[in-house]
């Protein structure tokens, strides 16, 4: 049933102000939180949105998550790779927004080695900050960072996250010759990601909760798992909380979709990212 079909979501403002997903229509969901009664309105790929008139909202944008390192080995066999980084989460509430029609912009996951895209709500129509960064690809900054890629004979860190939308990958080790190594784990949003040992792939960085699409929480942003071995990849680490890749299981490489999940070192690709826009439908 459509919000001009249902009486008790016409508010004090009548039916003045709504936002719609115009390429996706049926991308919203009506709930009550905290004695507030919201209409969410999501985005899973890029399109087009529509404002009837002026008003206040909360916004996540969560932005592609950054693919893991092809992780060959090096001609002593070390495994250098690490994983991706998270794709910036940008949570803000009580902005301003205007009437008018735009594009939102959904952030595509990275392919290995590669960053991802960044994702945003049209600028011009809103208020505050309204994009996130791309995570990181390994060893690269980004809204979270990349896991660092091992070089012979000492461990280095990973790559920075953006302040604000995520945090750093995680340090790879001290690797001599003819030994294992390994790469560390991709950032999340809500922790960095974890060191990887010359024995055993690093964790991802989890993510962070928001409830903003569907009035329950759910985890974005986690960092893809790093990885260690000798000729050959050994471990991985899990993903983190929020799509992160991980696991020794090829189906668990990559990203989750439409979660920003950053990919895990060996070959996993990033997953795509999310906007949500939610609003209190009695608002004046």
């Not at 997903?21 to 969410?40: C, E, H, R, V, W």
Request: net charge neutral; aromatic share 6%; hydrophobic share 25%.
């Amino acid at each position: 049933m459509s919000f001009l079909l249902c009486p008790k979501y016409i508010g004090s403002r009548g039916i003045g102000f709504e936002i719609n997903n115009t390429s996706a229509p049926s991308n919203q969901a009506f709930y009550s939180s905290g004695g507030i009664d919201y209409k969410s309105v999501w985005w899973t790929s890029s399109g087009g949105i529509e404002i009837t008139d002026d008003g206040t909202v909360d916004i996540m944008v969560v932005s592609g998550g950054g693919g893991g390192h092809s992780s060959t080995s090096s001609p002593e066999g070390g495994m250098f790779g690490g994983g991706g980084g998270a794709g910036g989460m940008v949570v803000q509430t009580n902005i301003s927004c205007l009437a008018g029609n735009s594009t939102v912009t959904v952030g595509g996951g990275g392919s290995v080695n590669v960053s991802g895209q960044n994702g945003s709500l049209p600028g011009g129509l809103f208020s505050g900050l309204t994009q996130s960064l791309g995570g990181g690809a390994a060893a690269t900054v980004g809204g979270s960072g990349g896991g660092a890629n091992v070089g012979d004979h000492g461990g280095r860190p990973g790559a920075a996250g953006t302040p604000g939308q995520g945090n750093p990958g995680g340090p790879g080790p001290d690797r001599n010759s003819w030994g294992p190594g390994g790469g560390g784990a991709g950032g999340g949003a809500g922790q960095p990601g974890g060191s990887s040992s010359q024995s055993s792939g690093g964790n991802g960085g989890d993510g962070l909760q928001n409830a903003y699409r569907s009035g329950s929480n759910t985890f974005y942003a986690g960092g893809g798992g790093g990885c260690s071995g000798h000729y050959g990849i050994q471990t991985r680490g899990t993903g983190g909380a929020g799509g992160g890749g991980g696991t020794m299981n090829s189906s668990q490489f990559h990203g989750t979709a439409n979660t920003g999940g950053g990919g895990v070192a060996g070959g996993g690709l990033g997953g795509s990212g999310i906007v949500v826009v939610r609003y209190n439908i009695h608002q004046t």
